[in-house]
């Protein structure tokens, strides 16, 4: 990317009331993100949803001389990043509206392998907690997942622990810049995570981990996963939130069930009450329902010649030829088909051979 276009998204993505959606729908609408910024004011007003905070925003100054001082940074230290619109950006993040539209990056990481699990849960695990997360990746590792979490205490570091411990990749979201460190405990396993794996965030390098960022950084959490995994909450927390974040992506989530008086476990026991996750007690839960049983291979769809198709079926059909693997919720935005009738279509389409289904809800022709 040429600097003056890393420029313009670097100064997008750190414009205060501009979001990623509002930044997305900019760059679309000016061509690219350094020529949003030649835009005259009365143009900027006809975009539809931008209001005048973010307009008055964008004309200010400050935000180009702290894009400059990033982009000296990015240089300097040969740091990678992922543009929203390349090819080397997480594909499951892709599909996520309001993913953020530059990720910075820090050792191995390698997305090739999408068995990608999110890890998540309290900062105060039980001991019953960490067995269960450990024995799980443990029970895992002949997947070769990628287990993502978030660096913080308690069920995050266990995570990356026991990922470490198996020689499975493991990814840190960090709620900050790549040059914080928090909890500055953890920085004892920064050499290791980044052998394999490594670190993504949003943030500019020197940004500090404010309460608002952690929350901030979940969907990056639940938005790279085909899956969320809940291990302890208690009744609110920010692992919940993720995994209703990981719903309203329509991917799965499993929650770890629990005694119902134990406070680290209300939290997954209502996940599951309320139907918001899969209850999991092993890994074989999460290897049936993501379809990931290498050990018997799938019995081959026999593609037929020639399918009488329906107008609905002809357009999801069609969807999926132009589109490749789609998610379910994708496709039906597509064919403006409501998702309780395009599941039932779906189903037709695989009886007849047509399309196969995939891990995470993902479809795509046979």
């Not at 930044?23 to 949003?36: C, P, V, W």
């Not at 960090?174 to 004892?188: C, D, N, R, S």
């Not at 291990?231 to 499993?254: C, H, M, P």
């Not at 134990?262 to 996940?271: A, E, F």
Request: proline content about 3%; overall charge neutral; hydrophobic content about 40%.
């Amino acid at each position: 990317m040429e600097d003056e276009e890393i420029l313009g998204v670097l100064r997008l993505q750190n414009t205060a009331f501009v979001g990623d959606i509002l930044a997305k729908k900019l760059i679309a609408t000016a061509g690219s993100a350094a020529q949003i910024f030649t835009e005259k004011k009365h143009t900027l007003q006809k975009i539809h949803g931008i209001g005048r905070s973010a307009i008055q925003h964008l004309l200010d100054k400050s935000y180009l001389r702290n894009a400059q001082k990033e982009l000296e940074y990015i240089q300097k230290n040969q740091i990678r990043y992922s543009y929203f619109l390349h090819q080397d950006y997480p594909k499951n993040l892709q599909h996520c509206v309001d993913a953020p539209i530059l990720l910075f990056q820090d050792g191995n990481i390698d997305l090739s392998n999408q068995k990608i699990l999110s890890v998540v849960g309290t900062r105060k695990m039980t001991s019953y907690g960490r067995e269960f997360c450990q024995q799980l990746i443990e029970d895992l590792t002949p997947y070769d997942p990628i287990i993502v979490s978030g660096f913080a205490y308690g069920v995050d570091i266990c995570a990356h622990k026991a990922a470490m411990k198996n020689n499975l990749q493991t990814i840190a979201v960090l709620a900050h810049g790549l040059e914080q460190v928090y909890p500055k405990v953890h920085k004892q396993y920064i050499h290791q995570i980044n052998k394999n794996g490594g670190f993504f965030t949003e943030f500019f390098h020197n940004e500090m981990p404010l309460r608002e960022n952690f929350l901030k950084r979940n969907r990056i959490v639940a938005g790279l996963s085909l899956a969320t995994i809940v291990v302890e909450s208690a009744q609110k927390g920010g692992a919940l939130v993720t995994a209703d974040i990981a719903n309203s992506y329509d991917r799965e989530v499993f929650a770890v069930p629990g005694k119902t008086l134990d406070l680290m476990s209300t939290g997954c026991n209502k996940l599951i009450q309320y139907h918001k996750a899969h209850l999991i007690q092993s890994a074989e839960d999460i290897v049936r329902i993501l379809n990931w049983d290498i050990a018997t291979p799938a019995k081959p769809i026999q593609k037929q010649l020639f399918v009488e198709l329906t107008n609905d079926e002809a357009k999801v059909q069609k969807c999926l030829s132009e589109k490749g693997p789609f998610l379910m919720d994708l496709i039906a935005k597509e064919v403006e088909i409501p998702i309780y009738q395009l599941a039932t279509i779906l189903l037709q389409l695989e009886l007849k051979g047509v399309i196969r289904s995939l891990p995470g809800k993902l479809f795509e022709l046979v």
